[in-house]
């Protein structure tokens, strides 16, 4: 089973989904996780490219997003477009473990077929964990 993780060392799940700059996937089919490649990402949190891009109707909703962002709250407006780069980027791997992620896009990565869980710690305990909910 492939699993991608978001992670600032390499060791422990502790990156919120928002501001992954990269995504360990790892490779369960015994007891311990295999590292077994890396998908950088432009996070789903940056804003500085987003807002050269926007239309002036949008610019309201996207200010509140990010003020929702920066306070890590857990629910906040969605980008699909954005989700869906992230998601294809990640190719087969169906399940994603994060520190902390929002509702919206939590849900719309879940219809996506990409399964999250949301939990902190060492990545070696966490993901035979996850394995045993799947």
């Known amino acids: 089973m492939l699993m991608a993780v978001t992670t600032s060392d390499g060791i422990h799940v502790d ?16 007891e311990a996780p295999r590292l077994v490649g890396e998908v950088a990402a432009d996070p789903y949190c940056n804003w500085s490219s987003t807002l ?8 309201a909703e996207t200010v509140k ?15 699909p477009e954005k989700l869906a780069s992230i998601a294809k980027a990640l190719g087969g791997c169906r399940v994603i473990v994060t520190a902390m992620i929002g509702e919206s896009p939590e849900a719309e990565l879940e219809r996506l077929g990409i399964a999250v869980y949301s939990a902190s710690g060492p990545i070696s305990t966490l993901l ?5 909910i799947l």
């Open 128 to 132: 035979p964990e996850v394995a045993k």
């Open 65 to 79: 997003a990010m003020q929702e962002c920066a306070d890590d709250r857990p629910a906040h407006s969605m980008m």
């Open 52 to 59: 050269q891009d926007l239309a002036p109707e949008q610019f």
């Open 15 to 30: 990156t919120h989904f928002g501001r992954a700059e990269r995504f360990l996937l790892f490779e369960l089919s015994g």
